[in-house]
């Protein structure tokens, strides 16, 4: 009995992967439009997709699975395009290849498309400083030009892949045709030459990971906007994010998370996404933003957070000169549940995705509160763990363990993981938030071998920065420079404990000095140098 209820459990699930690859097959086919038996095929996803990197990426890691007919029908469109002629770009760095006649010919020039690609690598190598990609035998970077249907802006594909996961030989196609596409002409070149050459950088420089493919989406679509500020096309792309921001960031395609990275530009500046990048070898992604965020003396938590009161403010909530530059032509955040107040409370209890940000849209006659829940869940995120619940309540009475967020109205926010969560608080369409101002320095005492960052009593001023200084106990300044606030539940400023040449602090008390503006708070800490 248990030697054939193991052969069954194998049957079944054998035959769920063996759908998984039909339906990984079927969409396939359905994107390149070459769908013979007209089979109705459905999206794995309500996500518009962008390019087929991700799903090539994803055959090509199973193609021994496929059946000898599937596979014989997916080789000659995983392979390098057959084209009849080519020419080298003005750097001498793009080899553009392409046919002259045919369903494969360009209806644009060629010539532009090289030129294009010179000027992206100009902006992503020699000013962003990414490293270069891998190139052919040449010397010179492929690039492929192929009627791809009306659905796929281009590709990034390789010849091979070594141990490391990094790609080799490779190169991109992009489609002869623009015609289907919200973005056209030239804009169309601009932005997919943009996010296909930094699919390349990412799969021969750093690495090819399959589970961290919305990343690595994000990533080039961001990188869309960073070189050609100019051209949007990734507004098409935000609706499916801003509908449901309570959705596992890793459960998205990434083309509609482009603004998580114009968020980070715009807090930390542009090279943040690199160092992120440069980590993402030896961590998965959510762990590389926590890493790199931690360096900058912040955390994902209070950044993700932060990042949901930016995706707030847009449309008709925009606020000029604040949050996103762009963000009046963006797409309304849509709260994931709604609920009036009754006999002066409301309660809702919320099942939350690993890093996600929780809108609950709260109605009191005129008035609507709308908190927003952020987990910051990274473990769960990694490991594709069940969702943590928490509940939150609105009252207009003041009860212990209630905040207050507003005149007249209090919040309270509960969970068994209380330290994955935090909390903001919009009245009426205003930031209503709950800001407690730190009393000490924290954590104390201080040990390398646990923390990475130590927080000072701050308060906001208006350039968003403090002067720190830190003196040993007989007073010598070990330490002083420029700070960000962090303005997450509580008002600080963080410092990585490292003195003015870079080195850790020996084992003992030391001051610190937090000027704020016209105030400056003082007070001791302890290091513990293991």
Not at 178 to 183: A, D, H, K, L, Q
Not at 217 to 241: I, Q
Not at 248 to 275: C, H, M, P, T
């Amino acid at each position: 009995m248990r030697k054939n209820l193991i052969i069954i459990l194998v049957f079944i699930a054998s035959a769920i992967h063996s759908q998984n690859l039909d339906s990984l097959f079927n969409r396939f086919l359905e994107i390149r439009e070459r769908n013979p038996q007209g089979r109705q095929v459905t999206s794995s996803s309500s996500e518009p997709v962008k390019c087929s990197f991700g799903i090539v990426s994803e055959i090509k890691s199973n193609f021994n699975n496929f059946s000898p007919k599937q596979q014989a029908v997916l080789a000659p469109l995983l392979n390098r395009p057959i084209t009849d002629t080519s020419i080298i770009s003005p750097s001498g760095k793009f080899k553009i290849n392409f046919s002259k006649n045919g369903t494969d010919a360009p209806i644009y020039n060629v010539n532009e498309l090289a030129k294009i690609a010179d000027y992206v690598f100009k902006v992503e190598v020699d000013s962003f400083k990414y490293p270069v990609p891998a190139v052919d035998s040449d010397g010179k970077y492929d690039i492929y030009v192929q009627y791809l249907g009306s659905k796929d802006y281009g590709y990034t594909n390789w010849d091979d892949m070594d141990a490391n996961n990094k790609a080799i030989g490779c190169y991109f196609v992009i489609n002869s045709d623009y015609r289907s596409f919200p973005t056209q002409g030239l804009d169309f070149l601009k932005v997919t030459v943009a996010h296909e050459f930094h699919h390349a950088i990412q799969v021969t420089d750093y690495i090819y990971r399959l589970s961290d493919s919305f990343y690595m989406e994000l990533t080039s679509t961001s990188m869309e906007e960073f070189v050609y500020n100019d051209v949007n096309d990734y507004y098409n792309y935000l609706s499916s994010y801003f509908s449901n921001p309570g959705k596992a960031i890793v459960q998205s395609l990434g083309y509609n998370l482009a603004v998580w990275n114009i968020y980070l530009r715009d807090r930390f500046g542009i090279s943040i996404v690199k160092e992120m990048w440069e980590k993402m070898p030896t961590m998965r992604a959510v762990e590389c933003f926590s890493n790199v965020l931690e360096k900058h003396g912040s955390s994902l938590l209070k950044e993700f957070n932060e990042f949901g009161i930016w995706t707030y403010f847009t449309n008709t909530r925009a606020i000029a000169g604040q949050y996103f530059k762009e963000g009046d032509k963006y797409p309304l955040v849509k709260p994931g549940m709604q609920v009036q107040l009754t006999n002066s409370q409301a309660a809702v209890t919320v099942k939350s995705e690993a890093i996600s940000n929780n809108f609950i849209e709260v109605t009191d006659g005129e008035n609507t509160i709308v908190p927003l829940v952020t987990n910051a869940d990274i473990t769960s995120s990694v490991n594709s763990k069940s969702s943590i619940s928490f509940e939150m309540t609105i009252s207009k009475n003041q009860s212990t363990g209630f905040s207050s967020i507003y005149p007249g109205y209090y919040a309270k926010l509960s969970s068994a993981n209380p330290s994955l969560l935090t909390d903001n608080y919009f009245f009426n369409g205003k930031l209503a938030s709950k800001i407690e101002n730190a009393e000490f320095a924290y954590p104390q005492p201080f040990n390398y071998s646990k923390y990475s960052t130590i927080y000072f009593p701050a308060q906001l001023t208006s350039e968003g920065t403090v002067d720190l200084s830190i003196f040993s106990i007989d007073m010598n300044l070990i330490y002083s420079g420029v700070l960000r606030i962090v303005n997450g539940n509580k008002v600080v400023v963080g410092w990585n404990v490292l003195n003015n040449n870079g080195n850790k602090l020996s084992t003992g008390v030391y001051f610190y000095v937090v000027k704020c503006g016209d105030n400056i708070s003082k007070g001791k800490f302890v290091v513990l140098n293991d």
